[in-house]
């Protein structure tokens, strides 16, 4: 089978990432993690098979995701660990909004990602 047959496939769990709504690969780049010319190349990840970031989360509907070690969120400083909730919350409702609508890919990650983004290549 070819690989793009294949679909993605986490490389945590190795099951399909059926749904852009639970792609950490997407979550990234939406937030800004991930530089848009290398979203091709990076590996599949389900959000939750990725707790350094899930933990972040605080949505309704996303069921916390506990981490233990020494990247949990408790452990670390209270500011930095607000403005991540803050950006992946915001970047997990962006999937949630985006999910199913025909919108050009350069158009999904949050305004101040596409403003930076145009600010590195004012050609896009």
């Known amino acids: 089978m070819a690989k793009?047959?294949?679909?993605?496939?986490?490389?945590?769990c190795g099951k399909d990432v059926a749904s852009l709504t639970d792609s950490d690969l997407y979550l990234?780049?939406?937030?800004?993690?991930?530089?848009?010319?290398?979203?091709?190349?990076?590996?599949?990840?389900?959000i939750r098979c990725n707790p350094t970031l899930a933990q972040y989360i605080v949505a309704a509907g996303?069921?916390?995701?506990p981490l233990e070690g020494p990247f949990d969120k408790r452990t670390l400083d209270a500011d930095f660990v607000q403005e991540q909730e803050s950006?992946?919350?915001r970047g997990w409702k962006r999937?949630?909004?985006?999910?199913?609508?025909?919108?050009?890919?350069?158009?999904?990650?949050?305004?101040?990602?596409?403003?930076?983004?145009r600010q590195r290549s004012p050609g896009i």
């Open 28 to 46: 990234r780049y939406v937030v800004g993690m991930l530089d848009p010319e290398v979203l091709h190349t990076t590996p599949e990840r389900h």
């Open 95 to 117: 999937l949630q909004e985006i999910a199913g609508d025909e919108i050009a890919i350069i158009e999904y990650p949050l305004p101040e990602v596409i403003r930076k983004n």
């Open 4 to 12: 793009c047959d294949e679909g993605y496939l986490c490389e945590v």
């Open 87 to 89: 950006l992946l919350t």
């Open 62 to 65: 996303f069921e916390l995701v």
